[in-house]
């Protein structure tokens, strides 16, 4: 396939998917007018890597996970490497939580300024009770 008819089936860019053969990630031939053709397993492999650069993994990881020979994948290390990246989301998902409770809060102060008090007023005051929150 040309990357042109890849691109045009995955809706990625033909610079993109360069992009991933220099990193290593695909492979491509060169037909002697130079142009630059793939696999047909090259669809397969742009799903896995554009689906787990949506999940958070690197390129390095992608890598790491995706060799160039179907046959060495190993079960185990995918699976593993699956796990922690689960592990990574999740801690996330706890961060972010956090964050936004505290920012829930500081909305909350900031709109119920007191009566009276001016914007630079009502910034020390929320400053000062942001200090003792953490």
């Given at each position: 396939?040309?990357?042109?008819?890849?691109?045009?089936?995955?809706?990625?860019?033909?610079?993109?998917?360069?992009?991933?053969?220099?990193?290593?990630?695909?492979?491509?031939?060169?037909?002697?007018?130079?142009?630059?053709t793939?696999?047909?397993?090259?669809?397969?492999?742009?799903?896995?890597?554009?689906?787990?650069?949506?999940?958070?993994?690197s390129?390095?990881?992608?890598?790491?996970?995706?060799?160039?020979?179907?046959?060495a994948?190993?079960?185990?290390?995918?699976?593993?490497?699956l796990?922690?990246?689960?592990?990574?989301?999740?801690?996330m998902?706890?961060?972010?939580?956090?964050?936004?409770?505290?920012?829930?809060?500081?909305?909350?102060?900031?709109e119920?300024?007191p009566?009276?008090?001016?914007?630079?007023?009502?910034?020390?005051?929320?400053?000062?009770?942001?200090?003792v929150?953490?």
């Open positions: 396939m040309l990357i042109g008819e890849i691109a045009k089936q995955t809706g990625l860019s033909a610079s993109r998917i360069r992009f991933y053969e220099s990193q290593g990630l695909l492979r491509a031939s060169r037909r002697p007018n130079g142009y630059r793939y696999a047909a397993d090259t669809l397969t492999a742009l799903s896995i890597i554009t689906s787990a650069q949506d999940a958070g993994f390129l390095d990881e992608i890598r790491r996970l995706l060799p160039s020979d179907p046959a994948r190993r079960h185990g290390e995918l699976v593993a490497a796990r922690e990246k689960l592990a990574d989301i999740r801690a998902e706890k961060r972010l939580a956090r964050t936004r409770r505290r920012l829930e809060v500081l909305v909350a102060d900031i119920d300024r009566e009276g008090l001016s914007c630079e007023e009502n910034a020390d005051r929320i400053l000062r009770n942001f200090a929150a953490e």
